[in-house]
């Protein structure tokens, strides 16, 4: 009786209970070796994975930490202008090699034997390698060519910086498709990104919660009622959802008719007067006409981690890291240009108050995949139902619908071979 | 003189995290001037200079905004704060204002009954002294550390 308990402990996992996309067996938030398989297949495996923006290391020697999922990882401008990054793991015994989160350097060294690295990411000095008075030291056969740590690919899009492990991934252009990269062009513009501000948000769920949770576009005006008790809500919008061909990468977006945005350049017009709340200060959503289109929001997302977010004029890069299969940080990363002018400044300010831990709009979304982390944690072998809108991953004008959440795990499936 | 600037500050930041800490965040936006600065941040976002909050009001309207928010539309998990506050240290005073620094640490109590130290840092301060009831004209709340749990709802 006992052994049988015990054996079906283990039994629920790691089978897919369907080939349908309309359902997630639990176990994939909570099973701790769909974790490591996840470091593997899919972090370390054929992915672009966001790792900072151009502008964050602007001269020779600049450096950053970071993380692809688990794997701290350093990015670094060497004095021919490019930047390099590799794992941030000494080749001797494993340490750290670097431990601040960004600074300037000639070199790297190791605190704990004072291994040396350049900033290309080569082992360029062991102390004591020839041994004292000769005795000790390296044995001859000792090779430092072969002993660098793992070395990653980089490619930018429109100064966002993105590396990978692997060799089997396609270019970034065409891994990410025409649909998102141009979206993220949109973003960008040709303009000078400025860095306003960074904030971590710690979440008490599975990475891919958070994940579920930006492409679901279904939940937006259900649990965030910032919009709505302030009847903020634009008089007429349009919108949809792309997802691109692998189901990973996707954009939710919503516009105002072109009719409307005529007379509608600062969204104080918008602001409906019988409202029973209303803002005391609505200069919070004073926007100002920052794109050629009339697209007000556009949430974009890079499988497996990277989000840009336009909301307004309220631009953001975020980046998830997985801290164990129930810990997720969420880095924050708020953006403004080189070409604002102070007014504009200042409302990307106030707009930053949509989003972060204490967003109007995103708090949320701090705590919402934590009341999913508890909700299921007695039941392993239940599973999400995700139809709103269907079985498919196709783009569509609704907003109704949980299409980029299947493509989601279409992608994530197809990369974990489940 | 000295003293009794520390102990008005001392007496008004009392009253602002009992405020806060018994629940009364309607009270909150009296703590400030019409015209104000209220700011959560970061030490390093602080120290190099990064102008963005986690929250931003330059209006005691848009801290009304706040609580009417947290209290209409926000959805989150009831939580209450224990602050602590240290001795305000006074940096600069003449007859109209008082900048000063004082050291928070604050305690979230959650639902379920766990708490957790959930940030410490400092308020870096200007307040308008108003002949004898001082209001303030900037907080920049300054925490030590850039991880927030989960999320920021109610004020520091
Ligand atoms: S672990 Fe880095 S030098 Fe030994
Ligand atoms: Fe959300």
Redesign the interface.
């Known amino acids: 009786m006992l052994d049988q308990i015990i054996h079906s402990k283990s039994e629920p996992g790691h089978i897919w209970p369907s080939e349908s996309l309309t359902r997630v067996p639990y176990w994939i938030f909570q099973d701790r070796d769909t974790y490591v398989a996840e470091q593997k297949l899919i972090f370390q495996g054929p992915s672009w994975n966001y790792l900072c923006l151009s502008v964050e290391l602007k001269n020779t020697g600049d450096f950053i930490t970071t993380f692809v999922g688990d794997t701290s990882v350093i990015v670094a401008r060497d004095s021919d202008g490019e930047l390099y990054a590799f794992e941030n793991r000494c080749a001797h015994r494993g340490a750290l090699i670097a431990l601040e989160q960004r600074g300037n350097t000639k070199d790297f060294s190791c605190v704990y034997h004072a291994w040396t690295y350049d900033r290309q990411g080569n082992l360029r000095g062991v102390a004591f390698k020839d041994g004292i008075k000769g005795k000790g030291g390296m044995p001859a056969s000792f090779c430092m060519e072969e002993h660098n740590p793992r070395k990653l690919r980089l490619a930018e899009a429109f100064g966002i910086v993105f590396g990978s492990f692997s060799n089997d991934v396609p270019p970034l252009e065409e891994h990410l498709g025409e649909e998102i990269y141009s979206r993220i062009g949109r973003v960008m513009n040709g303009r000078t990104p400025v860095v306003l501000g960074r904030f971590t948000q710690a979440l008490p769920n599975n990475w891919k919660l958070y994940m579920e949770n930006v492409k679901d576009s279904y939940h937006a005006s259900i649990l965030h009622l910032f919009f709505t008790t302030f009847e903020l809500n634009r008089l007429s919008q349009t919108g949809g959802i792309i997802v691109d061909p692998s189901g990973g990468h996707h954009i939710s977006f919503s516009a105002i008719e072109p009719d409307a945005a005529k007379d509608n350049e600062y969204a104080e017009q918008d602001i409906r007067s019988d409202s029973e709340f209303k803002l005391a200060d609505p200069s919070l959503l004073q926007s100002f006409k920052e794109f050629p289109d009339n697209v007000t929001l556009q949430i974009l997302s890079v499988f497996p981690t990277f989000v840009l977010q336009q909301i307004q004029n309220a631009i953001a890069v975020r980046q998830v890291v997985p801290r164990g299969t129930g810990r997720t940080d969420l880095h924050w990363t708020l953006l403004g240009f080189a070409e604002d002018t102070p007014e504009q400044r200042l409302v990307r300010l106030k707009q930053a108050n949509l989003v972060g831990p204490a967003g109007y709009i995103s708090m949320e979304d701090g705590c919402v995949g934590g009341f999913v982390q508890r909700g299921i944690a007695g039941a392993s072998g239940e599973q999400a139902v995700i139809e709103m809108g269907g079985a498919d991953t196709d783009s569509s004008e609704s907003r109704v619908t949980e299409a980029s959440v299947r493509g989601f795990w279409k992608a994530y499936r197809a990369r974990m071979g489940m | 003189m000295i003293q009794d600037v520390v102990n008005l500050i001392n007496h008004v930041q009392g009253a602002y995290v009992r405020c806060i800490d018994n629940g009364q965040l309607e009270a909150w936006p009296d703590f400030f001037e019409e015209n104000c600065t209220y700011k959560?941040?970061?030490a390093?976002?602080y120290a190099q200079g990064?102008?963005?909050?986690?929250?931003?009001?330059?209006?005691?309207?848009?801290l009304?905004?706040r609580v009417?928010?947290l209290r209409?539309?926000?959805?989150?998990?009831r939580h209450v704060y224990r602050h602590f506050l240290g001795q305000p240290w006074i940096l600069a005073e003449d007859s109209a204002d008082v900048s000063s620094e004082t050291s928070f640490f604050v305690a979230r109590i959650m639902r379920g009954g766990a708490t957790d130290v959930y940030a410490t840092g400092r308020y870096l301060d200007v307040y308008r002294l108003n002949g004898g009831a001082p209001k303030i004209r900037e907080r920049i709340v300054v925490c030590d550390s850039?991880?927030?749990?989960?999320?920021?709802?109610l004020p520091l």
């Open positions: 959560i941040t970061t390093d976002n990064l102008e963005a909050g986690v929250i931003f009001a330059n209006s005691r309207g848009m009304r905004d009417a928010s209409e539309a926000n959805i989150y998990e850039s991880r927030f749990d989960t999320l920021l709802a």
